[in-house]
């Protein structure tokens, strides 16, 4: 099942990274979004990416023109039909991912593997919405997809090991780290990223330290790049929220609940660097 034609569905900040890196490891890919506007911003920041890219040196003029080339975009669902691999990633909304799911399903050849790139939602859920359960999996790209090494795998209760085994070695070629998990609620990054971040939001309600000093601690003792606190807020305080209401109710266990000051800041619509204000001002 060897992949060589990739689509990808939704042309936002993850599509467009995990297109990118794609067609710069010499794959051809399509990519889909069901708003045409989106599909042209993305072509046009595909561009300009490249264009930097060969103004710092870090790429030939000649390997940024032909990565470019290899990229095609179509803002209708039916140009994924000779797609050996459908890379979804559309809005975090499990009713939107299982109607693009049961549309790929109608528009993708047989055989074709439906992945999905979700942080959060069930791929055993999003597979019970096709008629091909056991080809649907999940790959979990991190942001930015081009710097981030790591791709989750995420096996669904149906993915067949073939499916597995195609998608694992898909993620090397393009020069990612592929891990393979299984489906539980967060899988391994957010079960184990997002409670530390909710202890984090306990430690300062409580008054234990301030924001800035949490931080620091876990920066200069855990050798984390950034406190949990700063990387809240590059991830979104509603998407920590919302992550951690999935945990307690896919692990049925209260103790995932976000944490009151959490959910009180997403109220106040402090929800971190995109609204300018979240645990910090930016
Ligand atoms: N941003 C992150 O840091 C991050 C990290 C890992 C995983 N994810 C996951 O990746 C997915 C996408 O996130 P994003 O940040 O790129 O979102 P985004 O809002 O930047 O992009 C979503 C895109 O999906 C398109 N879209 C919406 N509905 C559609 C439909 N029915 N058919 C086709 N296209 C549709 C939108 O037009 C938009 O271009 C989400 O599931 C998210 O949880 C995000």
Redesign the pocket.
């Known amino acids: 099942m060897a992949i060589k034609k990739v689509g990808v569905?939704?042309?936002?900040?993850?599509?467009g990274g995990i297109a990118q890196v794609s067609a710069v490891a010499g794959l051809d890919v399509l990519v889909?979004?069901?708003?045409a506007e989106?599909v042209a911003k993305c072509k046009a920041t595909h561009q300009k990416l490249m264009a930097r890219a060969v103004e710092k040196g870090r790429m030939e003029q000649a390997d940024a023109d032909a990565a470019l080339a290899r990229i095609s975009y179509a803002s209708d669902v039916n140009a994924m039909a000779d797609r050996d691999i459908a890379i979804e990633?559309?809005?975090?909304n499990e009713d939107?991912?299982k109607?693009?799911f049961a549309d790929l399903d109608g528009a993708c050849k047989d055989g074709c593997i439906l992945a999905t790139?979700?942080?959060?939602i069930s791929i055993t859920a999003i597979a019970a919405a096709t008629k091909r359960p056991q080809h649907v999996i999940g790959m979990?790209?991190?942001?930015p997809v081009p710097v981030m090494k790591l791709v989750e795998v995420i096996n669904g209760l149906a993915t067949e090991e073939a499916v597995t085994t195609a998608v694992l070695d898909l993620s090397s070629r393009m020069g990612k780290v592929a891990v393979p998990a299984n489906d539980r609620a967060g899988f391994v990054s957010n079960r184990i990223l997002m409670p530390m971040i909710n202890e984090a939001f306990y430690t300062w309600m409580e008054g234990v330290a301030e924001p800035e000093h949490i931080d620091e601690i876990m920066k200069l003792g855990m050798n984390h790049p950034m406190g949990p606190l700063q990387l809240a807020d590059f991830?979104g305080l509603d998407t920590c929220a919302h992550i951690m209401n999935v945990l307690a109710d896919g692990l049925h266990s209260e103790r995932y609940r976000p944490c009151p000051l959490l959910e009180q800041l997403v109220t106040a619509g402090r929800l971190g660097n995109k609204s300018g204000h979240g645990v910090y001002k930016h």
């Not at 990633?89 to 975090?92: G, L, P, R, S």
């Not at 979990?140 to 942001?143: L, M, R």
Request: charge should be negative; hydrophobic fraction near 45%.
């Open positions: 569905v939704g042309a936002g900040q993850m599509g889909y979004d069901a708003s989106q990633a559309v809005v975090e939107v991912k109607a693009v790139n979700t942080s959060s979990h790209f991190f942001y991830i």
